[in-house]
């Protein structure tokens, strides 16, 4: 398949409630709002649709596994019907005593779950008390655009943001449900240092702090919502001028220095090189 220039995504920032009848009515309707702005694939924040641990969640037991799972079929059916790529932020349940994984799930726009992301670094809080932590990337592709995923806190990790890049993704999606201001600034830096795509959602509980966005391969933020947007489009275009050394020089350039032979060969024995002591 050849791959496209260009890819429009949705991103949303929609108010997350603990009643997961509500979410889904919620991300359907901005579902349908991504399709009729001629968006190929829509990003939902951490734990979008089942609600998120510590915040609309205190105890699972509480919790409508029922509900939430028709939800997701709900969901899946409407991907299909508009031919859209969802990624989809919602607790998936394992067989107990296990608790749930923190997961973005993939859904293409044939209405499959294509794949699931599962969170890996989780707080100390909630690998003690709320998830199982996953222990996987994920991969998928949207008309020859390939993306990865990530979840939250693991904003603070660089390593799993520069495994993506050796991963080759084109578009990191990071599904959010921040709780400093920082965490922007952090996501902009990922994305700078990688030379990829950053797309960030996070809830409209959240826009005190930041707002879901979407960052270019050079760290420039492209398309920002404000507190009362619930649905932002962007645009991947890889013929962008403004990216051509982000994404056709630096992302190379970084990836033959990461590999290290550019350097071995120019490495030269010397005495005063070798010694570390003297002027």
């Not at 992301?117 to 020859?144: A, M, W």
């Not at 449900?177 to 990922?190: C, N």
Request: proline share 5%.
């Amino acid at each position: 398949m050849t791959a496209s220039s260009s890819l429009r995504i949705a991103i949303a920032q929609p108010t997350i409630s603990d009643d997961a009848r509500r979410n889904g009515l919620t991300v359907r309707r901005l579902m349908r709002e991504a399709a009729e702005a001629g968006a190929h694939l829509i990003q939902f924040p951490e734990g979008c649709l089942s609600g998120y641990a510590k915040e609309q969640i205190s105890d699972w037991d509480q919790v409508d596994w029922p509900a939430i799972e028709e939800e997701h079929r709900h969901v899946a059916v409407l991907a299909a019907e508009l031919q859209l790529w969802v990624v989809l932020g919602s607790a998936h349940r394992l067989t107990p005593p296990h608790r749930p994984h923190n997961s973005l799930y993939v859904i293409n726009d044939d209405g499959q779950v294509a794949g699931r992301y599962d969170k890996r670094y989780c707080s100390q809080t909630e690998v003690l008390r709320y998830y199982t932590p996953g222990s996987r990337p994920s991969i998928f592709s949207v008309n020859g655009f390939r993306f990865g995923c990530a979840v939250c806190i693991e904003v603070n990790f660089p390593e799993l943001f520069a495994e993506y890049e050796r991963l080759g993704v084109d578009c990191l999606l990071l599904s959010a449900y921040p709780v400093d201001s920082v965490f922007e600034v952090k996501a902009r830096a990922h994305a700078a240092i990688n030379n990829y795509w950053l797309a960030m959602a996070t809830p409209a509980q959240t826009t005190a702090l930041l707002n879901s966005e979407l960052i270019g391969p050079d760290g420039t933020v492209l398309a920002r919502a404000d507190a009362a947007t619930e649905l932002i489009i962007g645009e991947l275009d890889r013929d962008a001028l403004e990216f051509g050394i982000a994404l056709t020089k630096a992302r190379p350039w970084r990836a033959s220095v990461r590999q290290g032979d550019i350097y071995r060969s120019h490495h030269v024995c010397d005495p005063r090189s070798d010694d570390l002591t003297g002027f």
